[in-house]
Each structure stands twice: as structure tokens, then as C-alpha cells.
């Protein structure tokens, strides 16, 4: 699936400190295949032309675990070019509140009045027990930059009950003991974006919130139900400790680190949307939770590849002398209907099937 930056966002854009980036855990990036970091892959694709334009696959974890296994090449890329993109403007503030707003239940509604009544109960326990777990959740690295569990609790969930619930579904999905611990550092997209504004290079969006926002909110009821339910049973085991917590964040990280390329595209990780489709679901719920995935697939990833592609072409076509660097999540880049080069940072250049 495909990005659902906006929604950490959110928060992570308030929270950014601009301290200076711890460094990466020694070994973060074992890689099994090859040895010399040299030789691996980097996300970095060219478009040939003068001065060159890129894209780069980023992806929506905290910066400092990847940054140091981002190759040169990929750093002098983005230093050399003039005008940088990303998905969305995330530095701008309009962003952030139409992204809130639009997770927003229409006017009047509250989640009680929405939900059935065993889900509303359930969300509501299970997000006392959050708020009770997330002072041990967090880091004596976290307190020491002034972040605290009560202000990190209302940031992330403080006006839940006024959420639509699908958003909901997402905000219980990214409230685990792994995911507390990593905010507060900006995540790579959020980083580069910064870096931009910093480096006073042009900036721009391909993306308007809505487009990002509103196929979310096209889900239906008894899809948005059963989607939140299972989210719920799974934080419930979670909780009783019948539940292993999936380190598909780690395993992420990891496959980019390493520059795996096919792991990090195909495998969709970079979501933070939860795979429901669960082998031990009884049939009819497991169609629906097939259904539910084929439709975010349709709208977020073929849909808007379509869109981003139209718009990257009508760029380049516009302003033919200026060097592009398109940083989109990973999970975009080789789709697009652009003709562009795929390059290791060896500097080995190959053509990508586009
Ligand atoms: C929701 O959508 C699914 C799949 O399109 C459909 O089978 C179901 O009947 C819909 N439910 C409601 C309540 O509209
Ligand atoms: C939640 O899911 C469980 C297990 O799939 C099911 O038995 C239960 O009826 C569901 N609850 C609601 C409110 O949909
Ligand atoms: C799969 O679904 C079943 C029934 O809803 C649930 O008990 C189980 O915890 C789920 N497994 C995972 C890994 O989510």
C-alpha cells in the first residue's frame, strides 16, 4: 500500500525538533547478500536530461535510522538539484489542518453516536490502557527532549472521539510501544522536506491533501467496521500477551537499508495501513478484508501513480532546464509512467520496465 505519511505526520510535524540526529544504531543494517554498501542499490532513479532530474524513493520511518545508509550518491542529488517535490507540502500548515480536518467526523457527530456500541467500548479501554502505558513506553532519550507521554498522548489522541473511524482505526494501528518510542524524530520524507526549506531550495507538492484523504474516507461502514474490529482484536492480543508484535517497521528499515529494492516495493510495508488479510479468518471475513485491500491498491497506489506520473511529465515538460528531485515513498517511484533509469551507488545504471 501505499503512503500514509500525512497521517504521522500530523504529528510529527509538530513534535520535530531540529536537534542534531542521533546516529543510527551501530549494525542497523546487516545485509545477508552483500557485504560492500558500496555495491548495493540506492533509490535513486535518473531522468536523463541536462541538468539530470531524480526521483527518490523515500520512505516513513524516523531519518536517523536510515540516513547514514543513504548513499552519496542520493545526498549529492538532492544537494545538486534546484527545485525538490514531494507528495505532499508538508512543511506548509495548510497541510497539516486540512489533513485534520478532513479525518474529522462531520459536524456535530462524535464516535459514540457512530460506532456499535462493543467496538466503542473497546476503544475506549484500549486507549486508557495506551494512555496508561505510554509513560513506560517512552524513552529517557525522548524526556530528555522535552517530550512527554501526556502531551504525546493528546498530540496522537487527544480528539478521538470526534474521528472518523477509519482514521481512528489508522491512530490505534500506530499506537504500539514501537511506534511511541520512534517519535519524535523526523521521519526521512518530513526530513528532506526541512532540509529543502533549510537549503532554501524551491519546493512543491504533487498531491493535494484531498486526493490523499478522501479515498480513505470512501471505504464503507461495514468495511470500516470490520476493519477496526480486527484492529482492536489485535491490539487485544496484543495485550494479553497471545500476540507477537509483527516487526514489519524493522524488517522495513532493514530492506532499505540494504538497498532491497523488490522487498521494500512489493512487500508494501511502507504502509502503515494493517494487512487484514489473515489466514485464519473465516471465509466471509476474509473477503471482505480482500476487498477492502484491492480498493486501497485501486486508489492509492494505481490511481495516484497515474496522477503523480501526468503531473511529474507536465513538470518537466514546463520548466526543461531545471533539475528535479522528486522524493516519493519507494513504494511509487518504479510505477510511474516516466522513462527513467534505475542507479546503484556504484554508479552501475540500468533501465527500469516503466
Ligand atoms: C460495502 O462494500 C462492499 C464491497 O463493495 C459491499 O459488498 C457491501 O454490501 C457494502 N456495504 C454497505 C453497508 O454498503
Ligand atoms: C469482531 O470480529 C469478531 C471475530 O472475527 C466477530 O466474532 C465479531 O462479531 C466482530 N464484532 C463486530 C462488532 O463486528
Ligand atoms: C487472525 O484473525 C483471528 C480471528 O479474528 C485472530 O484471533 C488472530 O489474532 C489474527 N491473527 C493476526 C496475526 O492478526
Not at 14 to 19: C, D, F, H, P, V
Not at 163 to 181: A, C, F, G, Q, Y
Request: negative net charge; charged residues 20%; contains cysteine.
Amino acid at each position: 500500500m501505499s503512503r500514509w505519511s500525512w497521517f504521522l505526520l500530523q504529528t510529527l510535524c509538530l513534535l520535530s525538533t531540529g536537534a542534531a540526529p542521533p546516529r543510527a544504531a551501530p549494525g542497523a543494517a546487516n545485509c545477508d547478500l552483500k557485504s560492500q554498501q558500496s555495491e548495493l542499490n540506492s533509490f535513486l532513479w535518473t531522468i536523463k536530461r541536462d541538468p539530470p532530474s531524480y526521483f527518490f524513493g523515500t520512505i516513513h520511518v524516523p531519518y536517523t535510522r536510515v540516513w547514514d545508509f543513504i548513499p552519496d550518491n542520493s545526498k549529492e542529488a538532492f544537494l545538486q538539484s534546484s527545485i525538490v517535490y514531494f507528495e505532499l507540502d508538508l512543511t506548509d500548515p495548510y497541510t497539516i489542518s486540512a489533513l485534520t480536518s478532513c479525518q474529522m467526523l462531520p459536524q456535530g457527530e462524535n464516535l459514540q453516536d457512530v460506532l456499535p456500541r462493543d467496538i466503542y467500548c473497546r476503544l475506549k479501554r484500549h486507549l486508557e490502557y495506551v494512555k496508561l502505558m505510554m509513560p513506560l513506553w517512552m524513552t529517557p532519550d525522548q524526556h530528555g527532549k522535552g517530550l512527554y507521554a501526556d502531551y504525546l498522548f493528546n498530540a496522537i489522541a487527544g480528539n478521538w472521539e470526534r474521528k472518523r473511524p477509519v482514521w481512528v482505526m489508522l491512530m490505534v494501528n500506530s499506537l504500539t510501544e514501537v511506534d511511541i518510542k520512534s517519535r519524535g524524530v523526523p521521519v526521512l520524507d518530513l526530513f528532506l522536506a526541512q532540509e529543502a526549506e533549510r537549503l532554501k531550495k524551491q519546493t512543491g507538492a504533487v498531491e493535494k491533501v484531498e486526493e490523499q484523504c478522501h479515498p480513505l474516507n470512501g471505504l464503507n461502514f461495514s468495511q470500516v467496521i470490520f476493519a477496526l474490529n480486527q484492529t482492536l482484536l489485535q491490539q487485544e492480543s496484543l495485550r494479553a500477551g497471545s500476540l507477537q508484535i509483527p516487526y514489519t517497521t524493522e524488517d522495513l528499515i532493514k530492506h532499505y537499508n540494504c538497498g532491497d529494492l523488490s522487498s521494500v516495493i512489493l512487500s508494501h510495508d511502507s504502509s502503515q495501513v494493517p494487512n487484514f488479510i489473515n489466514a485464519t479468518l473465516p471465509p466471509q471475513e476474509r473477503i471482505t478484508a480482500q476487498e477492502i485491500d484491492s480498493y486501497l491498491r485501486q486508489e492509492l497506489i494505481y490511481k495516484r501513480n497515474e496522477r503523480i506520473g501526468k503531473r511529474v511529465k507536465a513538470l518537466l515538460e514546463e520548466f526543461p532546464d531545471k533539475g528535479f528531485f522528486f522524493a516519493f515513498g519507494a513504494d511509487q517511484c518504479p510505477h510511474l509512467s516516466v522513462s527513467c533509469s534505475h542507479i546503484t551507488s556504484s554508479g552501475r545504471s540500468y533501465q527500469v520496465a516503466v
